[in-house]
């Protein structure tokens, strides 16, 4: 190596130690300068040597990071760790110099097989820092030997691992009078010029962390020690294949004093023998700057990924840069930010930063002068800010010479066919199903969630509810590719897999409800093959289900599953028969099923009776004319038999005193709503449900059921007075004690309605209580409100209503 110099903290026995913060901007500039200076032979990184056979893609122009290395074992993808790199990261600094210059590159760290099997036994997914904690915890020390992400883990602490873990840098923060790591690495690492010396960093933070070392031992990352032992024994290898002095090592801080320390290769070796181990695989997988972030929950994570890739790649005039990149989000939003303002809050960080001590600007100070020039004092746009720039939404990508298992390669087909590209940046998708090329992409994102990919979730369409449109948010992940090798189990293709997976579910499925979901779920995702299967089971299910709540549960789905016939073209025949089938036998035992309930049962068969109300008013519409073979009752269940038949078991319901009496109310309010029933029977059942002998608590219920639960009966009771006259009477009639028991749930029908509602009813009632007027309900009418309508007011308004309506005007008006 040119360059030579003394034994020092940057070296031992002749090999270069270059000791970093993992993701840290400064670190890899570092680094750069000392490669370019030493030159050496050969590059050693920390890392699972598995990544040995993969970094040749690091050169490909197609690879673009953030990446990660990602190793899963063979027969449980699920059980997996990742290995994220950004542009800014030491490490993929370094691994970029090396192959610029036909350098080999060896990874040194514990073979990702050893840790994947440790985490197996209960010490979470051990990675080039030992990091055990779960996904969401951030473990100390890891801003200096940061590594792999657990993609999943456990609480467990591996055994002797008792000690408290301690995070170098804080504790270097603190003892430099900082109370902000980030604020302490900034002022001595990220705002210093590069210096004559390039390896007078490493040997100063080396030497930090010799005294940490010293001092507190293995800082409570016992499982270092192991990881520490195979690296020197590789490192000695590759000393004896290049020689002492041509090696460099690109590694932790934390671990420089422990490559360092002359230890035997008996010792080493007998940390490392009996280690358990397992078959794994790795590959290269994009990643995010927002899971790089701590609030990812990733524990190596740093703050501010994006305000780092900022820092690592301007030329020069930092905080400029990146207050024109501000300005620019914000003018993209539609706030008014000009170059003034970009001027003016530039002057504000460099005064900032003069003020406060620092030699540059930092973060701090470049958020505080946005904040108050370019947000006028406000945090909402600075959020924005902070999210899209701060952490960041880019979205790494890989070649496709990295090697992904078959279920990835044909989803990359599809993705690329549909024209959709999986982005970091939150977006939604609008998709008309009438469109071929839409309904495909519909068809994937549906199969995909089928097969626990979350790449997309459905949400409500904006300003049209047809069964012809879908809205789907979109983001894309880091851990979806984790999904996908773990579905990989269910076929090579992404309809092979989904099918074969609806199949499984369909057979475990506990309840009839999870089977009728899992049918439209097909539907909706186009299994041919699956809906047989799903189907059989459905059937055997619904002909031994005895319980009408799981039987009402399940009718919905399985109607919303005959809408998709019409949209997107599935023959849904067979599934008609079954929901006909299934809403008969929900009508012969809802009635008695309806009765002795208590009070949190009677509100649950509520629900079904309002959910098979509006299946069954969709089922007429989908089932013009087909009877349904077996099917018993006046008319049949087809078409208008079957609302037949729902209207007569309404009308048992309505009038069985025995049945709970929020099921009665709701029953009376729906049959009122279908005008199946005249607003004389409707004043008749109600006073009887609400005489003066009747139980109050069953009043009160019967009240809930006919006005509460969102119904708009708030508005029914507003323009019938004879209805509210009812519910007056009633109410006063009630004695004190009994007013106690049914107060509750009168609180809980009546604070549903809108404010204005409200008040509306309550100066109806003060108005007809008062000495001014008729009593509410009574024959002198409401004060306010005539007897009969007025003529002359309402024709004022008929020429409005009609060009509204769009209907010819009258008279020629």
């Known amino acids: 190596m040119t360059g030579q110099r003394t034994e020092s903290a940057a070296r031992a026995g002749g090999t270069l130690l270059l000791g970093v913060r993992h993701h840290g901007p400064g670190s890899a500039r570092a680094v750069r300068a000392a490669l370019d200076e030493a030159r050496p032979d050969a590059v050693l990184i920390e890392g699972p040597p598995e990544a040995d056979s993969l970094v040749h893609l690091a050169a490909d122009e197609a690879m673009r990071p953030p990446v990660a290395l990602l190793a899963h074992v063979v027969d449980e993808p699920g059980r997996s760790a990742f290995w994220p790199l950004a542009g800014f990261s030491p490490e993929w600094v370094a691994i970029q110099w090396a192959a610029g210059r036909g350098v080999p590159v060896r990874f040194i760290d514990l073979p990702a097989a050893n840790s994947l099997a440790r985490a197996e036994e209960g010490g979470g997914a051990a990675g080039p820092e030992g990091d055990t904690a779960p996904v969401g915890e951030a473990a100390p020390g890891d801003e200096v030997a940061p590594g792999a992400e657990p993609a999943s883990g456990n609480d467990s602490a591996p055994e002797g691992e008792d000690a408290v873990r301690i995070d170098p840098l804080a504790v270097l923060a603190e003892t430099a009078g900082y109370d902000d790591l980030e604020r302490w690495w900034e002022d001595v690492v990220e705002h210093r010029g590069s210096g004559a010396d390039a390896f007078a960093p490493f040997e100063a933070l080396g030497e930090a962390m010799g005294a940490l070392r010293e001092a507190y031992g293995d800082g409570g990352h016992g499982r270092d020690l192991v990881r520490e032992a195979h690296m020197r024994l590789r490192m000695r290898a590759a000393q004896k294949e290049f020689g002492p002095d041509r090696v460099a090592v690109v590694c932790g801080a934390w671990h420089v004093p422990a490559l360092r320390r002359r230890v035997t290769v008996a010792a080493d070796r007998a940390l490392l023998k009996g280690l358990p181990k397992v078959k794994a695989e790795m590959t290269w997988v994009p990643w995010t700057h927002r899971r790089l972030s701590r609030a990812s929950g990733y524990g190596a994570g740093i703050a501010s990924p994006g305000w780092y890739g900022h820092l690592f790649d301007a030329p020069d005039r930092p905080v400029e840069r990146w207050m024109t990149k501000v300005a620019r989000l914000l003018r993209e939003e539609d706030r008014p930010v000009s170059s003034a303002h970009v001027i003016e809050a530039v002057r504000l960080a460099d005064t900032l930063a003069a003020m406060r001590g620092r030699p540059l600007a930092g973060l701090t100070e470049t958020t505080d002068a946005v904040r108050a020039v370019m947000c006028e004092g406000s945090d909402i746009p600075l959020a924005l800010v902070h999210d899209r720039l701060v952490v960041g939404d880019v979205l790494g ?24 590209k999986p982005e970091a940046l939150e977006r939604e998708l609008e998709l008309d199903l009438r469109k071929e090329t839409d309904a495909v992409r519909s068809t994937l994102l549906h199969r995909l969630r089928l097969l626990g990919i979350g790449w997309g979730e459905p949400v409500r369409s904006r300003g049209s509810t047809g069964t012809f449109r879908e809205t789907w948010r979109l983001r894309w992940e880091p851990e979806l590719s984790v999904r996908v090798a773990e579905a990989g189990v269910w076929g090579t293709t992404v309809l092979g897999a989904a099918g074969g997976k609806a199949a499984v579910d369909a057979v475990g499925a506990v309840t009839l409800a999870e089977v009728t979901a899992l049918a439209e779920r097909c539907l909706l995702a186009e299994l041919p093959d699956a ?27 399985l109607v919303r599953s005959l809408r998709y016939g019409d949209v997107r073209g ?52 989908l089932t013009p004319g087909k009877p349904t073979a077996g099917a018993t009752g006046p008319g049949g269940a087809g078409s208008q038999g079957v609302r037949d038949r729902w209207g007569s078991v309404l009308r048992a319901l309505a009038r069985r005193e025995a049945v709970a009496g929020v099921v009665r109310g709701r029953a009376v309010r729906l049959l009122l709503d279908g005008g199946e029933l005249a607003d004389e029977e409707v004043a008749r059942l109600m006073g009887l449900a609400l005489s003066r002998g009747s139980d109050p608590a069953q009043g009160a219920a019967w009240i809930e059921g006919f006005v509460g639960g969102g119904s708009g009966g708030g508005m029914l009771l507003v323009h019938d007075d004879r209805l509210l006259g009812l519910v007056d009477d009633w109410l006063s009639g009630v004695s004190a004690d009994a007013f106690i028991d049914v107060l509750p749930l009168l609180r809980r029908t009546f604070s549903a309605y809108e404010p204005g509602v409200r008040r509306t009813l309550g100066e109806l009632v003060r108005r007809g209580a008062a000495g001014g007027g008729a009593a509410v309900g009574g024959t002198g009418g409401v004060p306010g409100f005539a007897q009969e309508i007025d003529v002359v007011r309402a024709d004022a308004v008929v020429a409005t209503v009609r060009v509204l309506l769009g209907a010819a005007p009258v008279g020629g008006r």
């Open 570 to 621: 599935t023959d849904t025949a067979a599934l008609g028969q079954v929901a006909l089938g299934l809403a008969e036998r929900v009508f012969v035992g809802l009635p008695p099923a309806s009765t002795g309930l208590d009070a949190d049962a009677a509100l649950e068969m509520r629900g079904h009776v309002d959910a098979v109300h509006q299946a069954v008013g969709l089922l007429g519409e």
């Open 397 to 420: 990508e890989v070649p496709e010479a990295a090697p992904a298992v078959p279920l990835q390669r044909d989803l990359t087909r599809l993705q690329r066919r549909l024209r959709l």
């Open 531 to 557: 809906l047989p299967v799903v189907m059989r089971v459905l059937a055997d299910r619904a002909a031994l289900e005895a319980d009408v709540g799981h039987l009402a549960q399940a009718l919905p789905a």
